[in-house]
């Protein structure tokens, strides 16, 4: 990938699209394409190929997707399944069909085993039986990230997998129902009347990266000239939810109670993904979670007061 390559980001508006172009401008690649869902539905295979029959880019970077907490997965799992679907399947091959050369597919680690060994390896794709709260968003990514590494089986052509832990960050979906935790709990202390709910027992165990983290990982993987096919990326530094309760109230300098509502899902016990690999090569994450937890209180009071906070 060089600076004058015609880079396209789909999905350029989330967390993890937006953390990407951020990145890709200030490395100096000027030439990004990126399209709304008004202009560009990737739902629609005949509107995606079109798309890349009229822009033929070098790269493309397929950071769309309908994410979302426990609670939108295990509320949805066949929305999540067959619109994640429809994104991977059309990007990845109409992109294939239409000559793009190197392609970079992100899903997430709740792609690997309800009970795989932690930390996750690669290699415990497939192993076992998927979180039933995420199993459509899950199916969808595996699904996607096969379909790269078919094609660069069968056409020689330069796709490749990231599979992030947690991410959080700018651009974050604050929305308290359909949320990610960390957002959620920022959310949840910062319009606290004295007691806030949270989920669960709180014994979960999630790892946490913080999104720039993610996006300095994807232009690390796109500089790379023959990429391993699928590479986790996390920051090593797992929580159990009570510990982050406490560390996001006093980010937020609440004083509310916490109360546990055990009626809902703690989801998968622990997800702390292996990052052998991709440390091996020479990436390293430089956000730990205290700091950026800091930095993401700061940029959702700023996007409350800019009035650009999704929730
Ligand atoms: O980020 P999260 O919603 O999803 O984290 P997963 C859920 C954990 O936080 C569970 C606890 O153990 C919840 O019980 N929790 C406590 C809460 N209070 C809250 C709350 O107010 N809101 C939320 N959302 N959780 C996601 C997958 O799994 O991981 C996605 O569903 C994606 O598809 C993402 O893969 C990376 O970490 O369980």
């Known amino acids: 990938?060089?600076?004058?390559?015609?880079?396209?980001?789909?999905?350029?508006?989330?967390?993890?699209?937006?953390?990407?172009?951020?990145?890709?401008?200030?490395?100096?690649?000027?030439?990004?394409?990126?399209?709304?869902h008004s202009e560009l539905d990737l739902l629609d295979p005949a509107a995606v190929r079109a798309f890349y029959e009229a822009e033929r880019p070098d790269?493309?970077?397929?950071?769309?997707?309908?994410?979302?907490?426990?609670?939108?997965?295990?509320?949805?799992?066949?929305?999540?399944?067959?619109?994640?679907?429809?994104?991977?399947m059309n990007t990845v091959w109409a992109a294939a069909e239409c000559g793009v050369g190197r392609l970079l597919f992100l899903g997430s680690t709740c792609i690997y085993?309800?009970?795989a060994p932690q930390p996750i390896p690669?290699?415990?794709?497939?192993?076992?039986?998927?979180?039933?709260?995420?199993?459509g968003y899950a199916l969808a990514k595996i699904s996607g990230l096969?379909?790269?590494?078919?094609?660069?089986?069968?056409?020689?052509?330069?796709?490749?997998?990231?599979m992030p832990t947690n991410l959080y960050g700018p651009g974050d979906n604050y929305d308290i129902e359909h949320g990610h935790v960390l957002p959620t709990l920022i959310r949840k202390f910062d319009t606290a009347d004295g007691e806030v709910r949270?989920?669960?027992?709180?014994?979960?165990?999630?790892?946490?990266?913080?999104?720039?983290?993610?996006?300095?990982?994807?232009?690390?993987?796109l500089?790379?000239?023959?990429?391993?096919?699928?590479?986790?990326?996390?920051?090593?530094?797992?929580?159990?939810?009570?510990?982050l309760a406490e560390a996001v109230k006093s980010?937020?300098?609440?004083?509310?109670?916490?109360?546990?509502?055990?009626?809902?899902?703690?989801?998968?016990?622990?997800?702390?993904?292996?990052?052998?690999?991709?440390r091996s090569l020479g990436w390293v994450p430089r956000i730990g979670l205290k700091e950026g937890l800091a930095m993401t209180v700061a940029s959702y009071r700023e996007e409350l007061s800019a009035g650009t906070i999704r929730l």
Not at 70 to 82: D, E, H, Q, V
């Open 251 to 278: 980010a937020t300098g609440s004083s509310a109670k916490i109360v546990w509502d055990s009626s809902k899902p703690d989801g998968t016990p622990r997800k702390l993904c292996d990052t052998t690999l991709i």
């Open 198 to 221: 949270l989920w669960g027992t709180g014994s979960a165990v999630r790892e946490f990266l913080h999104v720039d983290d993610l996006a300095s990982a994807c232009l690390f993987a």
């Open 122 to 135: 690669e290699c415990a794709l497939l192993s076992g039986p998927l979180e039933k709260t995420n199993e």
């Open 59 to 88: 790269v493309a970077v397929v950071a769309a997707a309908r994410v979302g907490g426990i609670g939108a997965n295990s509320a949805a799992n066949s929305r999540f399944l067959y619109e994640n679907e429809m994104i991977a």
């Open 223 to 243: 500089g790379l000239d023959n990429p391993p096919d699928l590479m986790n990326v996390g920051s090593g530094e797992e929580v159990t939810i009570r510990e």
């Open 1 to 36: 990938m060089v600076k004058s390559s015609k880079i396209f980001v789909a999905g350029h508006r989330g967390m993890v699209g937006s953390a990407v172009c951020r990145a890709l401008a200030a490395a100096g690649f000027s030439n990004i394409v990126t399209r709304g």
């Open 113 to 115: 085993p309800r009970m």
């Open 146 to 162: 096969k379909l790269c590494e078919f094609l660069r089986r069968e056409r020689g052509l330069k796709y490749h997998s990231l």
